[in-house]
């Protein structure tokens, strides 16, 4: 996968090209706004890393220009400017992520793992997750290879939360996509919930309590009480 | 008793105005007296005059062929003019009256300086006699054989016993001055008033307020004071702002370097074999980690401390909370603890978002970083009538009673802590909350650990 790094930096710009490079990506890593210009033009990246501050101009001004040239090719901003502000302007511009910088080598490859994917679109993908999986084009879901039933519900929940793996929905967000927005569905998530869970087999969706649920991929062995 | 005394021997401005004008006042009104009681004695208006002249001469006329009787009379007339005079009848400090009939002294009164014989008629003459000052005036009568003088005493010190004698010129003074200082100290009192008002407001303002002063007096003076104290407030204002986007700039600039930093360790651990050299990059990453984490929370207080210039508006914290431990629940989940959230409806506080992210944020890290592994950590939001409450508590150690204030410090740590952090958690926490009109207090938690009350008001239009 050609991934096209835009990075000022000559320590970090090296440091992320090698990381990512390990990981089997293909990176070509300019550092000046002329050169991510040209390639942008002549090697067609599938995903690109942008820094905001480089020397020869806004970051901001070659994402609107991405979005005309490179349409659907997913961008992740890579930044120092951390605020709500930054980020929301960020992604307005049609980033489709954003990470502050200092960052974490595991967070870049998650979320360049998970643009991927999406960029790939769900053709082939089967989320698998401690043998249950997970069939997005044909919403089969199998635990331990027993294929099990689930109501539309279900399984809007499932997939919701196996396509965000170890991060927490709020109860908010869980309702708003799975039932659209109404009022007093905190009831209904819990009994969806509950017949999830009845027929996928404990150990997979863990609560949060007040706050929402998640599906680990590392399970928690949690000290009882 | 002291409080009396030391409040009637502290200055006021009121009293130095009252004992100013009362001097200045006590003051002109001496030189005046002075100056007329002066001008008196140097030429007494019983010598000026001729009325008393004419009656000596009509009565010397009219009984010159009774010289005994004649010196009774003008005896009886001398006592009746050294009483009018006030002098008593010391020759040396009131009036002598001497009378001559053809250069032969006829009469004297007793004990006046014979001596004393004026060279021209008509005038007020100084003289010295007996080796004394004297004034004199001599008249002669129309067929120019009576001579009548009039002597009183012109030395300096002769003054005061004059102004004693004249004592009736300070009694006015001393009636109006009643009169003088209680409308004065009034007229002060109120005239004080806007200044009070100033006073008021700059006494009222809370620490971290640099805002200029808001009530603008429509008196002079008083504009000049208060437009120095905003000139001063502004120049406060601008240092402490360039000194806080210093720091941030500084924070700011640090985060690529440790972004390459951490990069480039992480890539080379995948190269690296040996235990020992794993141990070692592990170091280099933790220690990243904590230097990225200070330089967050360096950015983070900054902006806590910028004044808020966005307007305040409605936040939903229970939502908020929500989503925020949604987004810290990784980190508890790496240390395998608990995150409990109890609230009833959605609660509304007035505020700005960002910021409040930034307080939840830090009450609860601190909360899942000092909890035991495994622990639990309870937040709670509740709604009273004048406020809501949110608390998080923990099972860790918790802060001794003593250390609770010194907490909010900026880069204090309880020193028994071994937990590494930034100290800025809970400044970001004080600064935020206070800018929200929210106290913090910290207590001891149900399980022995740390809980932490946030108290925002209630909004008023909720």
């Known amino acids: 996968?050609?991934?096209?790094?835009?990075?000022?930096?000559?320590?970090?710009?090296?440091?992320?090209?090698?990381?990512?490079?390990?990981?089997?990506?293909?990176?070509?890593?300019?550092?000046?706004?002329e050169d991510a210009l040209h390639q942008i033009d002549a090697c067609v990246p599938e995903l690109v890393l942008l820094d905001l501050g480089l020397p020869d101009g806004d970051g901001m001004s070659l994402m609107t220009y991405m979005r005309q040239q490179l349409k659907?090719?997913?961008?992740?901003?890579?930044t120092a400017r951390g605020t709500l502000q930054d980020r929301l302007?960020?992604?307005?511009?049609?980033?489709?992520?954003?990470?502050?910088?200092?960052?974490?080598?595991?967070?870049?490859?998650?979320?360049?793992?998970?643009?991927a994917r999406r960029s790939y679109g769900f053709k082939n993908e089967v989320i698998e997750i401690r043998g249950l999986t997970l069939h997005v084009p044909t919403r089969r879901v199998t635990?331990?290879?027993?294929?099990?039933?689930?109501?539309?519900?279900?399984?809007?929940?499932?997939?919701?939360?196996?396509?965000?793996?170890?991060?927490?929905?709020?109860?908010?967000?869980?309702?708003e996509r799975v039932f659209g927005a109404k009022e007093?569905?905190?009831?209904?998530?819990?009994?969806?919930?509950?017949?999830?869970?009845?027929?996928?087999?404990?150990?997979?969706?863990?609560?949060?309590?007040?706050?929402?649920?998640?599906?680990?991929?590392?399970?928690i062995q949690k000290g009882e009480g | 008793m002291r409080n009396f005394w030391r409040q009637l021997r502290t200055p006021t401005l009121v009293r130095r105005i009252m004992v100013a004008q009362m001097l200045l006042l006590t003051l002109l009104w001496s030189l005046f007296l002075t100056f007329v009681l002066w001008e008196d004695l140097r030429s007494p208006s019983i010598l000026t005059g001729s009325k008393t002249y004419d009656a000596v001469f009509t009565l010397v006329q009219s009984m010159g062929e009774r010289p005994q009787e004649r010196t009774v009379v003008l005896d009886a007339f001398s006592k009746a003019l050294r009483e009018g005079y006030g002098g008593g009848e010391d020759p040396e400090l009131s009036i002598s009256l001497i009378v001559r009939k053809n250069k032969a002294l006829i009469y004297s009164s007793p004990g006046a300086p014979t001596g004393v014989i004026n060279t021209r008629f008509g005038e007020i003459q100084r003289i010295q006699s007996e080796?004394?000052?004297?004034?004199?005036?001599?008249?002669?009568?129309?067929?120019?054989?009576?001579?009548?003088?009039?002597?009183?005493?012109?030395?300096?010190?002769?003054?005061?016993?004059?102004?004693?004698?004249?004592?009736?010129?300070?009694l006015p003074l001393l009636v109006c001055i009643p009169f003088l200082l209680f409308p004065a100290w009034l007229s002060i009192r109120i005239a004080m008033r806007p200044w009070n008002k100033v006073v008021n407001e700059v006494s009222l303002r809370p620490s971290d307020d640099l805002s200029p002063l808001k009530e603008v007096p429509k008196h002079r003076e008083l504009r000049r004071m208060v437009d120095a104290i905003n000139v001063f407030l502004a120049r406060v204002r601008e240092s402490t702002e360039r000194e806080r986007v210093f720091i941030a700039d500084a924070a700011h600039e640090l985060r690529t370097p440790l972004a390459a930093m951490r990069i480039n360790v992480e890539a080379l651990q995948s190269y690296v074999s040996s235990d020992r050299q794993q141990e070692l990059l592990a170091g280099i990453i933790?220690?990243?980690?904590?230097?990225?984490?200070?330089?967050?929370?360096?950015?983070?207080?900054?902006?806590?401390?910028?004044?808020?210039?966005?307007?305040?508006?409605?936040?939903?914290?229970t939502t908020l909370i929500q989503e925020r431990m949604a987004a810290l629940s990784p980190l508890a989940a790496e240390r395998r603890i608990e995150l409990e959230f109890y609230s009833h409806d959605e609660t509304w506080v007035t505020g700005v978002r960002e910021r409040l992210m930034s307080l939840i944020d830090n009450v609860i890290e601190n909360a899942v970083k000092y909890s035991p592994q495994g622990g639990r950590v309870e937040v709670e939001v509740r709604t009273r009538d004048e406020s809501t409450q949110l608390r998080v508590s923990d099972a860790g150690p918790g802060i001794p009673v003593e250390l609770r204030e010194r907490v909010f410090d900026r880069f204090f740590r309880d020193p028994r802590q071994m937990q590494s952090g930034s100290g800025l958690g809970l400044a970001i926490v004080k600064a935020v909350a206070q800018q929200h009109n929210s106290s913090v207090s910290l207590s001891t938690s149900a399980e022995g650990g740390l809980m932490v009350t946030i108290d925002f008001p209630t909004p008023r239009d909720a």
Request: charged content about 25%.
């Open chain 1, 184 to 219: 007093n569905m905190s009831n209904a998530l819990d009994v969806h919930m509950g017949n999830l869970r009845r027929k996928i087999g404990e150990g997979y969706v863990r609560t949060v309590r007040g706050v929402g649920y998640v599906i680990d991929t590392v399970p």
């Open chain 2, 131 to 170: 080796g004394r000052a004297w004034s004199g005036r001599t008249l002669k009568s129309d067929n120019a054989d009576v001579e009548v003088t009039l002597v009183t005493p012109a030395a300096g010190w002769n003054f005061f016993f004059y102004l004693n004698s004249r004592g009736y010129y300070i």
């Open chain 2, 286 to 317: 933790r220690s990243n980690s904590r230097a990225a984490r200070l330089v967050n929370q360096l950015l983070l207080l900054m902006h806590s401390e910028a004044r808020i210039d966005t307007v305040m508006a409605p936040v939903p914290l």
């Open chain 1, 1 to 33: 996968m050609k991934i096209l790094l835009i990075e000022d930096d000559l320590d970090l710009g090296n440091g992320v090209r090698i990381a990512l490079a390990d990981q089997g990506f293909d990176v070509i890593w300019v550092r000046r706004k």
């Open chain 1, 89 to 115: 302007s960020g992604l307005d511009a049609g980033a489709d992520d954003y990470l502050v910088k200092p960052f974490v080598l595991a967070e870049l490859l998650a979320r360049v793992r998970a643009l």
């Open chain 1, 143 to 175: 635990v331990s290879e027993r294929h099990i039933e689930l109501t539309a519900s279900e399984y809007a929940l499932l997939e919701i939360l196996m396509l965000r793996t170890d991060r927490v929905l709020t109860r908010r967000f869980l309702e």
């Open chain 1, 72 to 78: 659907g090719i997913p961008v992740i901003i890579l």
